[in-house]
T-cell receptor
Framework: AQTVTQSQPEMSVQEAETVTLSCTYD???????LFWYKQPPSRQMILVIR??????QNATENRFSVNFQKAAKSFSLKISDSQLGDAAMYFC??????????????FGQGTTLQVKP | DTEVTQTPKHLVMGMTNKKSLKCEQH?????MYWYKQKAKKPPELMFV???????INESVPSRFSPECPNSSLLNLHLHALQPEDSALYLC?????????????FGPGTRLTVL
């Protein structure tokens, strides 16, 4: 079975600084997708970024980028130029691809990010 | 339009009540999901509907009864719940379950069982 681990329950960053959230996963599959979701307090969960396992190039979305290390099964999220609106709980998630894909997302335990003005 | 709507936003019910949660999307998605989320925890998958048919039931107690009347609508019927069922219930949708398409989440219904 696949597992996702986020070892940092809480992180804080100064506004305009850069922060990196860690995520590791365990799987025997070769084809899968990884996601970072953001859930602000009392607000909707939204997708921040996704990475296809077969792509070597790290995904980037504006101030958000990932460091995907497939051999190490690591998928960290870097937030540059942090803004107050980035304060949220961040979940790393795994989803099988191909014939193993049932649509199920497997989430890590989450990292609460605080942004200090 | 990437919106998934859920009603009601908040629900308080007694253990003998029957209530329903509603989820709606108009993105043409054919996969819809129910998740349960406890405070400061990740969402836990409950059910997956694929083309209006139940494809996954994650061993959820029968006091939760899902229904998918059409491709845009997903209901969760609640009956004889327990206080430990109090949680945020999230609905999500994606184009089709076997694709790698993004799951879009609704804002959730915060349920309190007294």
């Amino acid at each position: 079975a696949q597992t996702v681990t986020q070892s940092q329950p809480e992180m804080s960053v100064q506004e305009a600084e850069t922060v990196t959230l860690s995520c590791t996963y365990d799987t025997s599959e070769s084809d899968y997708y990884l996601f970072w979701y953001k859930q602000p307090p009392s607000r909707q969960m939204i997708l921040v970024i996704r990475q296809e396992a077969y792509k070597q190039q790290n995904a980037t979305e504006n101030r958000f980028s990932v460091n995907f290390q497939k051999a190490a099964k690591s998928f960290s999220l870097k937030i540059s130029d942090s803004q107050l609106g980035d304060a949220a709980m961040y979940f790393c998630a795994y989803r099988s691809a191909g014939s193993s894909n049932t649509g199920k997302l497997i989430f890590g335990q989450g990292t609460t990010l605080q942004v200090k003005p | 339009d990437t919106e998934v709507t859920q009603t009601p936003k908040h629900l308080v019910m007694g253990m003998t009540n029957k209530k329903s949660l509603k989820c709606e999307q108009h993105m043409g998605h054919r996969a819809m999901y129910w998740y349960k989320q406890k405070a400061k925890k990740p969402p836990e998958l409950m059910f997956v509907y694929s083309y209006e048919k139940l494809s996954i039931n994650e061993s959820v107690p029968s006091r939760f009864s899902p229904e998918c009347p059409n491709s845009s609508l997903l209901n969760l019927h609640l009956h004889a719940l327990q206080p430990e069922d109090s949680a945020l219930y999230l609905c999500a949708s994606s184009q089709v379950p076997r694709s790698t398409d993004t799951q879009y989440f609704g804002p959730g219904t915060r349920l309190t069982v007294l």
